[in-house]
């Protein structure tokens, strides 16, 4: 009997969803989308009113062939791929693949004799048993409105990628690109770090009274002046003179107020709610929590029960939670904490605009599935995930908590006759409600936190308290945060701008263009990543703002629930689009050309140094050079941006365990053959790299050398081609030391011997300083001594397997130990002819002297 043949995206969900299913069915992956724009074409015919051309992506040929096979012979064919736009795209895209173009529900093109086959979309919020089965049992159609709104986005990132990245190979670098909302959220962390340089700190003073009741415990207020929103002690003069006529005062209780103040639960998760505790609490990134959810989605083998789908699916803005989940968690609430913890009736909570209610909100398929119960089958970062998402969800269904609240007001007369108003509130938890499972996070502390530390004694109105002491303080005031990755996600849903399914994306795509770096788990945008946002803002600016980007998601929402023709849409933004882009292609700075002068001298000519840009960012160099003159000055030298120390960031990491960031797994340290680096736990199935020095920024060593220039201290640097030392009072003084070794060229006789590092390779290698007018090199370090036997103005120094040899370069020393390839013959020669060899000098080096 033919099986019918139900098709998921990976093979995790489908082992999940076979258990549920039985032997009449057939459960395939299709690991992911199947068919995409082509890579090496635009893909969209904008002129045929966006007439799209998708291609099977390479790789895929083969998964398809078994996917046609299948269906060949089965029953009826079920397209289960997840419940969004992207899981619509990839049933669209199978369909056609499978039965032509009648893949609405209509019956699938057989050959002839063969019996029709229809084919059917099935979606569930969570893949349980019941879940499943009721969504086989009401099987759809493909949603064309969901296809469309995944379509618009797709063409609108292929429009801008496709059209704009070249621009920017042109004018910047090869390799770069842009996104229509990376782009934005790139210039969200460039315009924060603007703002904080341009921050100008404030002084400003708080004078806090240790007073004492009738009772203990002793307490602390505030001092708040005449206008509590405004500080009214800006210097250490007026804080000396406030404290000096509170000498001797009366301290006395004006006004006590007392009330119950009740705090809600929050809702369960949506994804970007998610994303954030997650950043906050666990320090996962947003990639790599997303990552673990999918897999407690798809499925986790828990021993005797198989494959289970642990929590619903983690791709939503909605916060509605079934009916029967609100009964399963209510009657665990009665059950595991009493009566006093659960509401007469489910708490229900607002969604946000435009939130798709036809999703539920992220909560565990069974509450009663303790995550404790379940801990030892799940991965250490698992179970941290679901305790997350359980505890959430159990917590939005609880009774608020209470606390009582006291706030006091204090007068201080002083013999002057002045008042000075002090206040001081207090909060004690009077009943834990929902935070007995769980506490939400917030960025930095809350005005809550700081009431829950003053313990206060019982007061009440006109009573005299005796002062301890007065506590002056000097505080600046301090400039706007850096982004993390959780405040990130918050801005951008707070602007409309992406969407939080695709925020893992975002982030990860800014970072591994090397558009941001990242410390301490702050943001902070690089050079280049400076540089492409100030050109594509000011030659796109419809494109890349802010408000016109939340416009366009507003859009596809509106292409998905029917009310606006994709075709329409696009029609719009290409117009702005194609006017934006012609003006960039006149007007878009050629930074490749750009020569931005500076006061600095060259130190081979005098002339003055110019900033230029190269393939690794800005650098010094004379204004002397001229293409077409081989001996004109050549010289350059790294300019040390001033980008931000990210060290000193007040995040820190919570362990210093690395994750991968495409599978999740432990990074481990490895050594290969260049050197040390980190490597997935996950290999083979995952192949994840990162050399040590990416990402990770090294420390600045102090020196105690001077700078020759300015008398300040010298600084060991690590930059893009390895270490440097240069001056500390940079910017104001730019002077890089040259790593000279002590001897003249003995070719030219003129310049200076210095030690460098090959851009591509970093291996070092010593040439003349005056080069290109000197073209001597050496890959081996030069020693000032003439050669004894054949008189070569000198000889080198080579490091070989039997130790270290004084060699003369006129032969190549060691040959017969290290050099495994065979001399070749010069052109021309006879076959018994040998390559002449000049000298064969070569003696042991010299022993290190032993410092006592």
């Not at 009077?430 to 917030?442: A, I, M």
């Not at 707070?494 to 090397?514: D, F, L, N, V």
């Amino acid at each position: 009997m033919a099986k019918s043949l139900v098709i998921v995206e990976s093979p995790a969900k489908a082992k999940t969803i076979n258990k549920y299913l039985g032997k009449g069915f057939d459960v395939e992956a299709s690991l992911g989308h199947v068919k995409d724009l082509p890579k090496k074409v635009l893909g969209v015919d904008v002129e045929n009113d966006f007439e799209t051309e998708y291609v099977v992506i390479p790789g895929k040929e083969k998964v398809l062939a078994r996917l046609k096979k299948l269906a060949t012979g089965a029953s009826a064919i079920y397209l289960a791929p997840d419940p969004d736009r992207e899981g619509e795209a990839i049933a669209a895209h199978l369909a056609e693949e499978l039965g032509g173009d009648n893949f609405d529900g209509k019956k699938r093109k057989k050959k002839k004799g063969e019996d029709e086959v229809i084919i059917h979309r099935v979606t569930f919020n969570e893949i349980t048993q019941k879940a499943v089965k009721e969504a086989f049992e009401h099987p759809r159609t493909i949603d064309r409105n969901l296809v469309d709104a995944q379509q618009t986005r797709r063409v609108l990132d292929r429009l801008v990628g496709y059209q704009v990245s070249p621009l920017l190979w042109d004018k910047v670098r090869r390799g770069i690109s842009a996104g229509r909302v990376q782009t934005v959220a790139l210039r969200l962390i460039v315009e924060r770090e603007r703002d904080i340089k341009a921050f100008q700190k404030v002084e400003y003073w708080t004078l806090d009274a240790h007073l004492h009741g009738a009772k203990p415990p002793l307490f602390d207020a505030n001092f708040v002046g005449a206008n509590p929103d405004k500080n009214e002690i800006p210097n250490e003069e007026t804080a000396k003179r406030i404290q000096a006529d509170l000498e001797g005062a009366a301290w006395r209780v004006r006004e006590v107020e007392k009330k119950e103040r009740r705090r809600s639960a929050a809702p369960p998760f949506t994804t970007s709610k998610f994303q954030q505790d997650a950043s906050r609490k666990l320090r996962f990134s947003v990639k790599r929590a997303m990552m673990i959810a999918q897999r407690l989605y798809e499925g986790i083998d828990l021993g005797d029960e198989g494959s289970v789908g642990l929590i619903t699916y983690m791709r939503t803005d909605s916060t509605r939670v079934s009916n029967d989940a609100l009964g399963e968690v209510r009657e665990y609430i009665r059950s595991n904490f009493g009566a006093p913890f659960l509401p007469e009736s489910p708490n229900f909570f607002k969604s946000k605009k435009g939130a798709q209610e036809a999703h539920e909100a992220i909560r565990p398929t069974g509450v009663m599935r303790h995550p404790d119960a379940i801990k030892r089958y799940l991965q250490e970062d698992e179970y941290k995930v679901y305790k997350l998402i359980w505890q959430r969800f159990v917590a939005s269904q609880m009774m608020p908590a209470v606390f009582d609240q006291t706030s006091v007001d204090i007068d201080a007369v002083a013999k002057s006759g002045k008042t000075y108003p002090y206040r001081v509130t207090g909060s004690v938890l009077k009943f834990e409600g929902f935070l007995k499972v769980y506490e939400e996070s917030h960025e930095g502390k809350t005005e809550e936190d700081e009431e829950l530390r003053h313990k206060l004694p019982a007061l009440e109105a006109g009573q005299k308290l005796e002062l301890k002491g007065l506590k002056p303080e000097q505080h600046f005031t301090e400039p706007p945060p850096r982004f993390n990755e959780a405040s990130l996600v918050k801005e951008l849903e707070e602007r409309g701008i992406g969407r939080p399914s695709t925020y893992s994306a975002i982030i990860s795509t800014i970072q591994e263009r090397g558009y941001v770096m990242k410390g301490g788990g702050k943001f902070a945008p690089t050079e280049i990543g400076l540089v492409v946002t100030d050109l594509l803002v000011a030659n796109f600016p419809d494109i890349f703002d802010l408000q016109y980007t939340a416009r366009l998601e507003e859009e596809l929402d509106e292409i998905e629930e029917g009310k606006e023709k994709w075709t329409d849409a696009l029609a719009e933004f290409y117009k702005k689009f194609a006017k934006d882009l012609r003006y960039a292609e006149k007007h878009m700075e050629n930074v490749k050309r750009m020569e931005k002068p500076t006061d600095e001298k060259c130190e081979r000519c005098g002339s003055p140094l110019v900033i230029k840009w190269g393939k690794h960012g800005s650098f010094f160099a004379c204004s002397a050079y001229a293409k077409d003159d081989p001996n004109s000055c050549t010289f350059t030298k790294e300019n040390p941006i001033d980008l931000p120390d990210l060290d000193s960031a007040d995040m820190q990491e919570t362990t210093q365990e690395e994750y991968c960031e495409n599978c999740g797994r432990l990074m481990v340290l490895k050594r290969g053959r260049f050197g040390q680096f980190m490597a997935c736990t996950g290999y083979p199935e995952c192949k994840t790299t990162r050399r040590l020095d990416q990402g990770k920024k090294v420390p600045d060593i102090p020196l105690e050398e001077k700078c020759p220039l300015c008398s300040r201290n010298m600084i060991l640097r690590h930059g893009r081609y390895g270490e440097f030392v240069s001056c500390s009072g940079y910017p104001d003084c730019k002077y890089i030391k040259q790593n000279f070794i002590g001897m003249k060229c003995p070719k030219c006789k003129e310049g200076e011997i210095v030690e460098k590092k090959a851009r591509r390779r970093g291996n070092l290698f010593y040439g003349c300083g005056n080069y290109p007018k000197c073209d001597f090199t050496s890959n081996w370090k030069p020693v000032d001594e003439k050669c004894p036997q054949c008189g070569n103005p000198y000889l080198v120094e080579k490091k070989l397997k039997s130790g270290t040899v004084i060699a003369c370069p006129n032969k190549r020393a060691g040959a017969d130990e290290e050099d495994a390839p065979k001399r070749r013959k010069k052109k021309g020669a006879a076959e018994d002819e040998a390559v002449a060899v000049k000298c064969d000098y070569s003696r042991p080096a010299p022993e290190p002297v032993a410092v006592a």
